[in-house]
C-alpha cells in the first residue's frame, strides 16, 4: 500500500460540501468533504470532515474526519505536513490493494502508517492480510506488520499466528509483491488437504516454501505426523517433518488403513 506525501501550501474554506485542489510535492492533491474544510493555523493543523475523500494520483483515502499536522518551512513559511491521521470508516486504495480499519496514522517522516480497530485488512492482488490489534505498514522498507489473531490468505492457503510479519518487494515495473512472511506466537498453516501447526513459521514466497519450527503437527484426513520443525512445500503439496538430536525430539507418525498416503 503506498501513502502519499503531503507537501503542500493549505487552501482554508469553510462550507457546506466543501472542496479544494492543493498542489503537492510531486501531484495535486484533491480533498472533497461534506461538511467542512478548516485551517487552525494556531495548531497548525488542517481538518477535513464529513464523508472525507482525497486524491492524489492513483491513491484514495475516504474517511469521516481526516486532520492533517504541518510545519512551516524556509522563509517563505512553506507547508510542510509530517503527519496525516484519518478517523472513522477509513478506506485506502491505490491501483494494487485496499486497507481498510476504523482509524489509520501516518508518520510522513519515518513511512510509518498505522491502522487500528475494527475488522482490520490489506487486500493485495494476490494475498489478504487481517488482524484484530494494528496493521503496520512502512512506506520505506516495504514491510508489513499484523497483530493480534492475524492472517493472511493467498488463494485457498491460509497462515495464521499472533503475530506475521511480511516483506514486500517491487519488480522492475514498481509492482509490489511478497516477498517472506514470519509468524511468531500459535502459528497454523491450513491448505486444500493438511493442517500444520507449530510454534513459529517462515513462508518463502519464492519457493512457496512454508517452514514451521517447535511442537509441530500435521494433519492430513485421520493421518497426523509430530516432529520438532516441518517444510511443507505448497506447489507440490509435499511435507516434510523432522525431529531434533539436540533435545531428543522423534518424529512420530499415526496412519490409518485407507486414508492417503502422502
Request: hydrophobic fraction near 35%; proline fraction near 2%; include cysteine.
Amino acid at each position: 500500500m503506498r501513502f502519499f506525501l503531503l507537501s503542500l501550501f493549505i487552501l482554508t474554506t469553510i462550507c457546506h460540501e466543501a472542496h479544494a485542489q492543493i498542489t503537492g510535492s510531486k501531484e495535486m492533491v484533491e480533498i472533497s468533504a461534506g461538511e467542512a474544510l478548516e485551517w487552525n493555523q494556531k495548531d497548525k493543523q488542517y481538518t477535513a470532515k464529513g464523508s472525507v475523500e482525497v486524491k492524489q494520483g492513483d491513491v484514495i483515502i475516504n474517511s469521516d474526519t481526516l486532520i492533517a499536522d504541518y510545519r512551516e518551512e524556509g522563509k517563505n513559511k512553506g507547508i510542510e505536513v509530517y503527519k496525516i491521521t484519518a478517523i472513522g470508516n477509513v478506506v485506502i486504495k491505490d491501483s494494487e490493494s485496499i486497507a481498510v480499519g476504523d482509524n489509520a496514522v501516518y508518520e510522513v517522516d519515518s513511512g510509518l502508517a498505522v491502522l487500528t480497530g475494527g475488522v482490520l485488512s490489506v487486500t493485495t492482488p494476490t494475498q489478504k492480510i487481517t488482524a484484530s490489534d494494528k496493521i503496520e505498514y512502512n512506506t520505506v522498507s516495504g514491510q508489513a506488520k499484523a497483530v493480534g489473531d492475524a492472517t493472511i490468505t493467498q488463494g485457498t492457503d491460509k497462515l495464521s499466528a499472533q503475530t506475521i510479519t511480511a516483506d514486500f518487494v517491487k519488480d522492475a515495473q514498481g509492482k509490489q509483491s511478497l516477498n517472506r512472511t514470519k509468524a511468531v506466537g500459535g502459528v497454523t498453516v491450513k491448505t486444500a488437504d493438511e493442517t500444520l501447526t507449530g510454534n513459529n513459521g517462515v513462508y518463502n514466497a519464492k519457493t512457496n516454501l512454508v517452514e514451521i519450527q517447535g511442537n509441530v503437527k500435521i494433519v492430513r484426513g485421520p493421518n497426523v505426523l509430530e516432529g520438532d520443525r516441518a517444510q511443507v512445500n505448497l506447489l507440490t503439496n509435499i511435507s516434510k517433518i523432522y525431529g531434533s538430536p539436540e533435545t531428543g525430539k522423534r518424529v512420530k507418525g499415526v496412519f490409518f488403513p485407507g486414508s492417503e498416503k502422502k
